[in-house]
């Protein structure tokens, strides 16, 4: 196996825990990376300012990747390179949500649009991105700009069958894979977490297969199959567990600061 060279984290579900902390073993974890020549970056499917408040703890120097790659920002939120979504797919991706009864919410590069305030997990995600939602009646209105839809439902059964559905009627027109059990994310077809790989890869001028990667979620598996080595958290599903090299503990257990400690830096377990 290549040296790695860098690491490359999911978030929610990775790098912080269920209440959206950042513990002082991750950011040790991340410094010791630092301390070892080996850069780290963050991708996740949430927008870029909303991973603004892990810039400083972190020291993260290089770009960051938001939207799942839709966005690749400098840690002072400057645009790199932006991919917004065909407005056929957006149209399609956007019904097809509506149609099945999810609540649907649309991402420009620097706002968060959506119908219902008050609706299942708005309040959570207005405190994770750590900034307020505008409230619309037309939605479409906003889809030659959109760089990302999610379709949000408690009823997590219905989420997988519409992940199916838009995954059926899009191809590879766009990418949609859940970030959460209860969120769809509709994205650009290179905006997916393996062509954040491949884009870190260009811009280091470095392998595939010396970056590593953490994830939980099936959308973090399009980066397993790039990377050179890959952790899945230890609360992953099973079909995620199966696809990364090693599993480490779960985000409760400090699953992200093991992971690195044991399959980056080579601690003993």
Known sequence: MSKI???????????????????????????????????FALTSGRPPRGMAMLVEPLALEGPIAGFNGGAFVNPDMSVIEGHALPRDAAETALKIMLDQGLDAWVYTADA?????????HVARERWTVKFDPQTT???????????????????????????????????DQASAARSQPYYLDVTHRQA??????????????????????????PNDVSMFKVGGLSIAMGQAADAVKQAATHVTQSYEDEGFARGIERFILGDAP
Request: aromatic share 4%; hydrophobic share 45%.
């Open 5 to 39: 060279k860098l690491v490359l984290a999911d978030v929610d579900g990775t790098l912080v825990t269920k209440d959206k902390v950042l513990t002082e073993r991750a950011v040790t974890a991340v410094r010791r990376l630092h301390d070892a020549g080996i850069r």
């Open 192 to 217: 997916n977490k393996g062509e954040v790989v491949r884009w870190l890869a260009r811009r280091y001028g470095i392998a595939e297969a010396e970056i590593a990667t953490l994830g939980d979620m």
């Open 137 to 171: 009646a037309d939605l479409p209105a906003l889809l030659d700009s959109a760089v990302k839809i999610t379709g949000c439902s408690d009823d997590l059964e219905l989420v997988a069958r519409c992940e199916k559905a838009v995954q059926d009627a899009l191809g």
């Open 112 to 120: 968060w649009f959506l119908r219902d305030p008050e609706a299942p």
